[in-house]
């Protein structure tokens, strides 16, 4: 379990904070407009009304205990500089920031953006698997229930078929087709297909069977 602080409830902070915690991890989500904070407080861990821009406000929430920060302001460009900035200098290893446009994105990894993401082309579910799993390289929502993802193949699989590790019944996933590191692409697999070194599944499947299979092979 990791610990995130999300800055900025707007839809794109709000859905990232609260699939973060669906997830397990412990969230603190932080805005200084109260009724986004009461909005999203039975969704999260903890729910704070602060000013990110202060920098006495955002020492008090001990950011240094945080393994990720995601900054999600809307449209202060500034704003969202100037937390980026201070979360760094506040000793938060890994910061993920929206960004608005190519320009804003060159000055936040200036001051030391580690991620910076564009909310038309990443979907705050999409932002939170990439965020804390290991083996989920890639996570599309499909509908609430159903999604797409990409799992590298986890140590413990190399060497087994399909019909050995048995998916579909194990981990309630459909493996669609497998892409090899050499660039091929085998599409409906077969139960004797093996998997090897550095092969990655295309598998979908429903929201709940993709966290567990997360949990189990995150290692």
Same mark, same amino acid.
């Given at each position: 379990?990791?610990?995130?602080?999300?800055?900025?409830?707007?839809?794109?902070?709000?859905? *990232?904070?609260?699939? +973060?915690? @669906?997830?397990?991890? #412990?969230?603190? /989500?932080?805005?200084?407009?109260?009724?986004?904070?009461?909005?999203?407080?039975?969704?999260?861990?903890?729910?704070?009304?602060?000013?990110?821009?202060?920098?006495?406000?955002?020492?008090?929430?001990?950011?240094?205990?945080?393994?990720?920060?995601?900054?999600?302001?809307?449209?202060?460009?500034?704003?969202?500089?100037?937390?980026?900035?201070?979360?760094?200098?506040?000793? *938060?290893?890994?910061? +993920?920031? @929206?960004?608005?446009? #190519?320009?804003? /994105?060159?000055?936040?990894?200036?001051?030391?953006?580690?991620?910076?993401?564009?909310?038309?082309?990443?979907?705050?579910?999409?932002?939170?698997?990439n965020l804390v799993s290991t083996n989920i390289l890639d996570y599309i929502e499909l509908s609430p229930d159903y999604s797409l993802v990409e799992i590298a193949t986890p140590k413990t699989w190399e060497g087994c078929s399909l019909k050995d590790l048995n998916l579909r019944v194990r981990y309630g996933i459909n493996v669609m087709a497998i892409r090899h590191p050499d660039g091929g692409i085998t599409v409906a697999p077969q139960g004797i297909d093996v998997l090897a070194n550095k092969d990655v599944l295309i598998a979908i499947g429903a929201n709940s069977s993709i966290t567990k299979l997360e949990s189990l092979t995150g290692k």
């Open positions: 379990m990791k610990q995130f602080v999300v800055i900025g409830l707007g839809r794109f902070g709000m859905s *990232v904070a609260t699939e +973060l915690y @669906k997830m397990g991890h #412990e969230v603190l /989500a932080v805005d200084k407009n109260m009724e986004r904070v009461e909005a999203v407080a039975d969704g999260v861990t903890h729910a704070v009304c602060a000013d990110a821009t202060d920098e006495a406000e955002l020492a008090a929430l001990g950011l240094r205990n945080f393994d990720v920060a995601v900054v999600s302001i809307g449209t202060d460009l500034q704003a969202s500089i100037l937390v980026t900035m201070l979360c760094k200098e506040q000793g *938060v290893k890994y910061v +993920l920031t @929206k960004a608005k446009s #190519e320009t804003h /994105a060159k000055v936040l990894q200036r001051v030391g953006a580690d991620k910076i993401v564009f909310p038309e082309r990443d979907m705050g579910a999409r932002v939170a698997y």
